[in-house]
């Protein structure tokens, strides 16, 4: 399955297949599906869209790779999902220090949660500043497929396939 994601910024376009769906988004861009000679239009991407996909992932990988739980951790994605409800209800300072301390407590975590706890933080960045919001995104899939060890290409593919599934194309 290939995809066309068009920047509806500067107007270039990123060819890309499934598994590099995650790490092609940008803020602003328009999603295609080839199939065959024909396009399918999948759905708009939005900095908030962007940042949602990497707290979800970071989720995901914190969930399904860290070896241990922490408050830290959890907080960052508590806190950064609620700015995602209302961007008024937390303040970038509150995100940061989140962040920050999730970071901390990754520093000496092991390696699958020491991705996931990146992830997470970067997700908090993007939610307290717009122009990192795809580099959150494409951080919090990397790190998650890094987790993920020797099934990254399964990772990529299933991160893909959750942007499929988010616009109903699945």
């Given at each position: 399955m290939n995809f066309i994601i068009f920047n509806l910024n500067d107007g270039s376009q990123v060819s890309c297949d499934l598994a590099h769906l995650s790490q092609s988004l940008s803020p602003n861009c328009e999603i295609v599906?080839?199939?065959?000679?024909?396009?399918?239009?999948?759905?708009y991407v939005s900095h908030s869209l962007i940042v949602h996909f990497a707290?979800?992932?970071?989720?995901?990988?914190?969930?399904?790779?860290?070896?241990?739980?922490?408050?830290?951790?959890?907080?960052?994605?508590?806190?950064?999902?609620?700015?995602?409800?209302?961007h008024n209800s937390v303040s970038a300072d509150q995100l940061k220090?989140?962040?920050?301390?999730?970071?901390?407590?990754?520093y000496a975590a092991a390696d699958a949660?020491?991705?996931?706890?990146?992830?997470?933080?970067?997700?908090a960045y993007a939610a307290a500043d717009a122009a990192d919001a795809a580099h959150a995104a494409y951080c919090a899939a990397r790190t998650?497929?890094?987790?993920?060890?020797?099934?990254?290409?399964?990772?990529k593919s299933r991160q893909g396939t959750f942007i499929l599934k988010f616009f109903g194309m699945e």
């Open positions: 599906r080839i199939i065959g000679d024909k396009h399918e239009a999948i759905g707290i979800e992932w970071a989720n995901y990988a914190y969930q399904n790779y860290s070896k241990s739980q922490n408050p830290k951790v959890q907080n960052c994605i508590d806190l950064t999902r609620k700015w995602l409800q209302d220090e989140a962040a920050y301390a999730a970071y901390d407590a990754a949660a020491h991705a996931a706890y990146c992830a997470a933080r970067n997700a998650a497929a890094t987790a993920a060890g020797k099934n990254k290409l399964n990772e």
